[in-house]
């Protein structure tokens, strides 16, 4: 959530000449400066922070800039976590070693602003009463980070690699988190938040338990080593709408009606989740919502307009099926407040819709019985099927609320979760046989 901080006062330091924060994000935000880690206010402010531009910087200001790292490289994927590990260590001789920024696991080497602290300088920011967060900085309110945060670690008094936190899988090679950390001295204010739940609990022997500063903390399944999808922020149609609550809820632009699309598409298996349509801002209903093939660029084709994308379509008082720029009576009417499920089937080129739990038009995506047929992904234009939503209006908005497995529609839990036989997420209702949550372990399933 944009507003949500957790803080905590800090105690007398281990050593003020060294520390280690080790941090997962995954960002839904470009184009806003967001802080995401620090503390202050005697002596000065430690800030970590996106910049609006897209890239990291770091900085201990203390009547001036006393040490400030800005990245050239920007980032700006919203699709996918970042480990990030930040190393102090101004006792050390080299001044370039003395201020470590690591992604991924790589070094960070190249920078449009450096200025590296002087040798045995203590970080003012860490000083006993002052305040640390994670989600902000110190006491600071404004620009709160947006987006998810995990396994956060902090080392006071110690100076380590990211080894510790991350490692290379052997057959991927990518850089994966380490869920269980060994090695890692904490010191006096140090600790590990946000390993397994959302609790405010430390993981480290320390018990340096945080509270909520702001906001409402939420539980979330996508994690460093599960990726859910999301509306996709980086896709041209996805652009015209306005995205929260990470990504999951999506608002259409009332001047334009092209349609928005997930981060994950498939080409192969049987993948399920929901969509609540949850709001219009005046006018009658023009709800879509579906799956695509086609990567439009044309802000007045709606879903549905070619001949790869289907959609369940409420067209006023009106429910269809729309496909290839036509319209087919289908299904019962649904309105705000309504979950939709959907049901890909890749292997036998099948969709089915569901109101609330109930399959429409006798559909049956278990035993594989009345689904609406679909063009095999092999011989469509992209190659892969990705969740779909859009409203077919260009003077009024539309809200669309997204549970790819994560339990949650915008910030409002699921109220009793269905069955899953897959293990893989969590939704309001059962999910069909043989079907997974659409997310990086269920792509792998």
């Not at 110190?138 to 995990?150: E, K, P, R, V, Y």
């Amino acid at each position: 959530m944009a507003t949500t901080r957790l803080t905590r006062t800090l105690g007398t330091p281990t050593n003020r000449k060294k520390l280690t924060a080790s941090m997962w994000l995954k960002k839904s935000f470009n184009g806003t400066e967001k802080h995401f880690f620090g503390m202050g206010t005697s002596g000065g402010y430690l800030d970590f922070r996106f910049a609006n531009t897209g890239e990291l910087e770091l900085y201990h200001y203390n009547s001036g800039y006393q040490f400030r790292l800005t990245t050239t490289r920007k980032f700006r994927d919203t699709n996918a976590w970042y480990h990030l590990v930040f190393t102090i260590d101004t006792t050390l001789g080299t001044a370039d070693d003395r201020f470590k920024v690591y992604v991924n696991g790589v070094q960070e080497t190249v920078f449009t602003n450096r200025t590296n602290p002087s040798q045995d300088y203590e970080i003012g920011a860490n000083a006993s009463g002052n305040t640390i967060s994670v989600g902000n900085y110190g006491t600071n309110t404004n620009n709160s980070f947006d987006g998810i945060i995990s396994h956060v670690h902090f080392s006071d008094g110690y100076a380590y690699d990211p080894t510790p936190f991350g490692e290379t899988d052997s057959a991927t090679g990518e850089w994966k988190i380490k869920t269980s950390v060994t090695g890692v001295t904490y010191g006096n204010n140090g600790f590990w938040w946000l390993k397994d739940t959302i609790a405010t609990t430390d993981h480290s022997s320390n018990s340096n338990n945080f509270t909520v500063g702001g906001g409402t903390l939420t539980k979330t399944e996508d994690c460093p080593s599960n990726v859910f999808a999301t509306w996709n922020k980086l896709d041209w149609g996805t652009t015209y709408f306005t995205l929260t609550n990470g990504s999951t809820t999506a608002q259409s632009n009332a001047s334009v009606f092209t349609y928005g699309v997930s981060t994950l598409g498939v080409n192969s298996g049987k993948f399920y989740w929901e969509v609540e349509y949850d709001a219009k801002n005046g006018g009658n209903r023009f709800p879509q919502i579906g799956i695509t093939s086609t990567q439009t660029t044309n802000t007045q084709y709606e879903l549905g307009h070619y001949a790869n994308d289907w959609c369940w379509y409420i067209n006023n008082t009106t429910s269809t099926l729309r496909n290839n720029n036509s319209d087919t009576s289908w299904g019962n009417y649904y309105q705000e407040g309504d979950i939709i499920g959907v049901a890909l089937d890749c292997t036998n080129n099948k969709l089915y819709f569901s109101k609330n739990g109930t399959w429409q038009e006798s559909g049956d995506p278990s035993a594989g019985n009345n689904g609406i047929s679909i063009t095999a992904p092999s011989s469509t234009p992209l190659g892969f099927y990705f969740p779909a939503i859009c409203y077919y209006d260009s003077t009024h908005r539309g809200t669309f609320k997204a549970n790819f497995g994560n339990g949650y529609f915008g910030s409002t839990q699921i109220s009793s979760a269905g069955t899953n036989a897959s293990g893989n997420g969590i939704f309001e209702y059962d999910v069909p046989t043989g079907y997974t949550a659409l997310s990086t372990k269920g792509l792998n399933l």
